[in-house]
């Protein structure tokens, strides 16, 4: 207490700061961002290179004159079509789905604040495929209808977990939603029973996650939708390091809680689009928050973590599709089974340590 | 009514009765009545699943080897049989397991001990061959007793211990982690997918008597440790230091019980593929009629998981029509609601 606690006098009738205080203050403030720019810029280039890799090496190279050649129109037999309708797709693909995940997951971890609370530990992710999943098999729906369904899901899930937490939002959310993520489990299982053997790789996209064989409308949907969807977060998101201190910091300090649940909404929606798209890719929005965050020094940032997600889907899917000899693995697949032990992994290291409890630690 | 003071005492949370043992004791049923109405439930329930279903049949049927019936009775019979032995080995470990870990959430399919049980058996067909239940059963058990030491392991490092959150988020993740494997094992043999998409739900259709008869004796097995072990249980509710000061050798026993758990979870996924949430629900529901002493929970969470297993079958076959709804999809529609109840009463405790 004494040594927190500075004497009154000093306290009460402070000087003015002097210049070399306010130096110090500015320099101190500006670190982290010159960091923080560094550090997307930097992630920035690193989903280039990833991006780069995916389109033309792996099984069919193409150099790069020849890919800038294809992507103006020009025929190259063979090479034009796999870059334009496998590898070229695929890339985008995965670029726009990690984005949709990284921030929608960062958005979750931290408005909760609780790193466990991502939308595929709480089933958000699961809502969404299993609303579609039930929309194509069950109700023979297709096209944008199902991305609604999809969004749905997503919504009522989080809802209800939502609501069954309660105000604690720690524990029990992530217990609540630990069973709905069952409930919806079972869900899609059971339609998977329902489908004939010609459809199950199709419903398997649903309970996975896979880039793969994605037309080009969907992905000009998914972009347009990300265009809109991802600077609208990242303007509401300036609340997101007051909202980080707790519901009543945050309320005390101006930011109402119609604004946090606007970001909640912004956040169910961009996974819900993922999934739309490409499934439930699993971990992807679990674990780009925390490795973001740690990247910047224990300080979130929405953007980096969407350039993370990227990096893993894009890094996931090449892994998927030529680590493995003759076997071409959808990138859920990869990602949930290097995923699941990184959360086994938070979960050891966060117990350690005192704060786990706030999400700060996950950093 | 000392002993069953103290153990009371030594288990928040995981009964109704808690927190008033002697008024809870004087407004339960008595033992009698409550053995009663268990077995009639039960008996109810296997005359339901006998005579319904997308076919309705009259119960003469069952008795005139003439009928024209006959052979769908036998059928019914015959799937009867094993989800009356699943649901009776599924409640009774979660019995086991929530009175083991003293954790109110614990339930084989929660925990992992179910996708443990899975993903072996999945190496055991893509990697081996293996076909026959005779080959898969030691795979189950294998995949289950690492999975559930792996979980207890994982979930216990660190400050606070094995607490129910962590046990159910370890589980999780463990859970989620293994089925990505497992669908990558999948995804590269086509015939093993075909047959597993069905299995990986969990019923009790179609599966024949030959099945059962080869699961019976490590049902068997696993229920009579279990059944003994319900002093230990009673013991362990104590506390470790009190236990250990009871003269009890704590970490045998734990043995001694998980052994109980992994025979009883790993036949029951072994034979009809991962059902969670009996094990959940029904050790709960038990405790409100018979209180905590685990001599009483244990049997009547046998009879209470059979019933329950052969009543969500039998709903399943009609409830959406013309398909089957498998019963670890129904026994998931009763849980997921019931395990939210219990984490919205059980509150901050956790």
């Keep these: ?363 | 009514m000392t002993t069953r003071t103290l153990v009371d005492a030594g288990t928040p949370g995981t009964g109704p009765a808690a927190g008033s043992p002697e008024a809870a004791a004087t407004r339960r049923p008595g033992l009698p009545s409550t053995t009663a109405t268990c077995v009639a439930v039960v008996a109810v329930a296997v005359v339901l699943s006998v005579v319904v279903g997308a076919r309705a049949v009259p119960l003469t049927a069952v008795w005139s080897d003439t009928h024209p019936l006959h052979p769908v009775v036998e059928a019914r019979l015959e799937r009867t049989l094993l989800a009356l032995a699943v649901g009776a080995a599924l409640g009774l470990a979660g019995a086991l397991m929530q009175g083991l870990t003293r954790n109110p959430l614990a339930d084989p399919g929660i925990l992992g001990v179910n996708a443990g049980a899975t993903f072996a058996m999945v190496i055991g067909m893509t990697a081996f061959g293996a076909n026959a239940l005779s080959q898969f059963l030691p795979l189950a058990f294998a995949g289950a007793a690492l999975a559930t030491v792996l979980v207890h392991a994982i979930a216990a490092l660190g400050r606070d211990g094995a607490t129910p959150m962590k046990l159910a988020i370890t589980g999780a993740a463990l859970t989620a982690g293994l089925m990505s494997w497992t669908t990558g094992l999948l995804l590269a043999d086509r015939k093993t997918m075909e047959s597993f998409r069905f299995w990986q739900v969990g019923t009790v259709g179609g599966r024949g008597l030959d099945v059962l008869l080869v699961g019976a004796p490590f049902l068997v097995a696993g229920a009579v440790l279990a059944l003994t072990g319900a002093r230990l249980l009673n013991t362990l509710a104590l506390g470790d230091d009190l236990a250990r000061g009871l003269g009890r050798r704590t970490t045998r026993d734990r043995l001694v019980l998980g052994l109980a758990i992994v025979l009883l979870a790993g036949t029951a996924t072994a034979l009809t593929g991962p059902i969670a949430f009996v094990g959940l629900v029904v050790p709960h529901v038990v405790r409100g009629f018979v209180g905590p002493d685990y001599g009483r929970v244990l049997p009547f969470s046998m009879l209470a998981g059979a019933a329950l297993v052969v009543l969500a079958d039998t709903v399943g076959r009609v409830v959406l029509p013309p398909a089957e709804v498998q019963v670890g999809i129904m026994a998931a529609a009763v849980g997921v609601p019931f395990f939210l109840f219990l984490i919205r009463r059980t509150g901050r405790s956790l």
């Excluded at chain 1, 023979?140 to 609501?163: D, E, F, K, N, Q």
Aim: charged share 15%; with cysteine; proline share 5%.
């Design chain 1, 1 to 363: 207490m004494t040594i927190t606690a500075p004497p009154l006098e000093t306290s009460a009738g402070a000087a003015p700061p002097t210049l070399e205080a306010v130096d110090v203050v500015r320099r101190a403030r500006r670190a982290p961002s010159r960091r923080h720019r560094l550090l997307v810029s930097g992630l920035a280039l690193l989903v280039l290179g990833a991006f780069a890799a995916r389109v033309l090496l792996g099984d069919y190279t193409v150099t790069v004159v020849d890919f800038f050649r294809i992507l103006f129109g020009e025929e190259i037999p063979g090479a034009t079509y796999i870059v334009m309708e496998s590898k070229l797709p695929r890339a985008v693909l995965a670029v726009l789905v990690g984005l949709a995940f990284g921030v929608g997951g960062a958005i979750f971890q931290t408005t909760l604040r609780n790193p466990l609370a991502s939308p595929d530990v709480i089933g958000v992710s699961l809502g969404a495929s299993a609303a579609a999943v039930t929309a194509i098999a069950l109700a023979g729906w297709s096209g944008w209808p199902v991305s609604a369904a999809a969004v749905a899901g997503a919504l009522a899930v989080a809802m209800t977990v939502r609501a069954v937490a309660g105000d604690h939002s720690g524990f029990r959310l992530v217990l609540a939603g630990i069973g709905m993520a069952a409930a919806m489990q079972s869900t899609i299982q059971y339609v998977f029973t329902r489908v004939d053997e010609y459809d199950v790789q199709l419903v398997l996209r649903w309970l996975t996650g896979s880039v793969n064989g994605v037309a080009w409308s969907t992905i000009g949907l998914l972009a347009l939708c990300l265009a809109v969807l991802l600077p609208a977060t990242l303007l509401v998101a300036r609340a997101l390091p007051v909202t980080e201190l707790g519901e009543d910091v945050a309320a005390g300090l101006g930011v109402r809680r119609s604004r946090t649940d606007g970001l909640m909404l912004l956040g169910v929606l961009l996974i819900a689009l993922g999934v739309a798209a490409a499934g439930p890719v699993a971990f992807v929005a679990f674990l780009a928050g925390p490795i973001a965050r740690s990247l910047n020094q224990g300080r979130t940032t929405l953007p980096a973590a969407g350039l993370v997600g990227a990096v893993l889907v894009l890094v996931g899917d090449y892994a998927g599709a030529y680590a493995f000899a003759d076997l071409n693995l959808p990138v859920g697949v990869v990602t949930g089974a290097f995923g699941a032990p990184f959360l086994l992994w938070l979960l050891v290291r966060g117990g350690r340590r005192t704060g786990s409890r706030t999400g700060r630690t996950s950093a």
